[in-house]
């Protein structure tokens, strides 16, 4: 009996030991990474920008990186959207002029925009002169706010913490940039900008928790998936919004590497994965990269 319960014990503990790996590999992962090269530092975080309240608290790994770092690099100045120099800026550009969006869409995508905005009270009276990028944004926000995405995202809760400690400042794009990201997209292309916007829009509730809980635990499956659809079906927003994005941040994440301090830069989740992501490309650069 007592052979048996050496063996038993043995069995026990082998077990557990083997749980605590792998709950260390599933569980034990953030949306942070450390980046390093030379003998220099900076930290890599993933931001969603809408978030649940049963999302709360965040990974404690952003404040860990926050606290490390001497500088808080997000993708632009996130406090410019309520300067009101700015607000009359997006107002006066955010029309089509001497056009309308029943010109410029397909009859079929048209009637898809129109079907849509009347399921969420919006009149397609105001739509009609919105440009497609603003429209298509406009009805996406609606629908999450209404799926109950009403808190900020990671970024705006890591720059109070960042402002109320004293830390460094610094954007990878300017607001004008943003700007005419959001007015320009689009383009000579505007059916693709409004069926990118609603496509799936009926399983974007399902999509955005499956992002948020790859999120948190750093993890990728659904939004790979995710992404290389974007790039098949909406080649011209992906290469806009993503890839060209991602390739201007490329050198200027470099040049932080280079930097005697330590830096904690911090961008939509999204542009850290997929062919191209930010991962990816440094890994191919000679960093060398350690998720927290």
């Known amino acids: 009996m007592e052979r048996v319960y050496f063996i038993s014990m043995k069995k026990i503990l082998f077990v557990s030991a083997l749980f605590l790996v792998y709950a260390a590999m599933v569980f034990g992962q953030s949306p942070v990474w450390e980046l390093s090269r030379d003998g220099k530092t900076l930290y890599l975080g993933g931001s969603v920008h809408v978030l649940r309240e049963e999302d709360f608290p965040l990974p404690a790994e952003f404040s860990e990186a926050l606290e490390a770092a001497e500088m808080l690099v997000l993708e632009a100045d996130i406090e410019q959207i309520t300067n009101p120099a700015l607000v009359q800026v997006m107002t006066s550009r955010m029309f089509l002029r001497g056009t309308t969006l029943k010109k410029l869409l397909s009859p079929g995508v048209f009637a898809a925009l129109e ?37 900020q995202g990671a970024d705006v809760l890591i720059l109070e913490q960042a402002k109320e400690q004293g830390k460094k400042i610094a954007y990878l794009e300017s607001v004008e940039f943003q700007l005419d990201l959001l007015f320009e997209t689009g383009t000579g292309y505007e059916d693709e900008v409004i069926l990118y916007g609603l496509d799936d829009f009926d399983n974007m509730e399902q999509g955005l928790a499956e992002i948020i809980g790859e999120w948190r635990k750093g993890a990728s499956a659904y939004l790979d998936l995710d992404l290389a659809k974007m790039k098949n079906s909406f080649p011209r927003i992906y290469n806009a919004v993503y890839l060209e994005r991602n390739n201007a941040w490329i050198p200027q994440i470099e040049a932080y590497l280079e930097t005697a301090e330590t830096e904690f830069i911090l961008v939509g989740y999204a542009h850290l994965y997929g062919s191209g992501g930010l991962l990816e490309q440094l890994g191919k650069r000679g960093v060398k990269i350690r998720q927290l």
């Not at 397609?124 to 009403?150: D, H």
């Open 115 to 151: 079907e849509r905005s009347r399921e969420l009270g919006v009149s397609m009276v105001q739509l009609n002169y919105l440009k497609p990028m603003v429209a298509s944004s406009m009805l996406s926000m609606l629908q999450i706010k209404k799926l109950g995405f009403v808190r």
